[in-house]
């Protein structure tokens, strides 16, 4: 049973910054999506990356913003966040998809996947 687990979510000031990391069990064989879900509004994907590591892709939200990429000697997939808004409130999630195709970071991040595998989430509030 794969399991994704968030952390690095908590309180901070516009224009802080923040890392999430999600802890993914088989690290190599999928491909990782950040979503967040603001109070009142769907779940959005925020930025995606292939097993491999070689492709990336982000909504325009997190657009120089936020960094998405894998880190290899712990075994997560992280989600650097800089200049954090508030709108950024969210509880932030990660998912996954088996798949090898270089493309899978696109098409997560345009919500092209039904996702079966998520983590339980980890909160990020952006306040002053």
């Known amino acids: 049973q794969l399991q994704l687990v968030e952390s690095g979510g908590g309180l901070v000031q516009p224009g802080g910054s923040l890392t999430l990391s999600c802890a993914v069990s088989?690290?190599?064989?999928?491909?990782i999506g950040w979503f967040r879900q603001a109070p009142g509004k769907e779940r959005e994907p925020v930025a995606c990356?292939?097993?491999?590591?070689?492709?990336?892709a982000y909504t325009d939200a997190a657009k120089g913003r936020f960094t998405i990429f894998r880190d290899r000697d712990k075994m997560t997939v992280d989600l650097q966040m800089n200049n954090l808004k508030l709108e950024d409130t969210a509880v932030y999630y990660c998912?996954?998809?088996?798949?090898?195709?270089?493309?899978?970071?696109?098409?997560?991040?345009?919500?092209?996947?039904?996702?079966?595998?998520w983590g339980e989430g980890t909160s990020v509030t952006v306040s002053s």
């Open positions: 990356i292939t097993s491999t590591g070689r492709n990336t």
């Open positions: 998912a996954a998809e088996f798949s090898p195709l270089e493309t899978t970071a696109r098409d997560m991040c345009a919500d092209k996947y039904v996702l079966d595998y």
């Open positions: 088989g690290f190599e064989r999928y491909s």
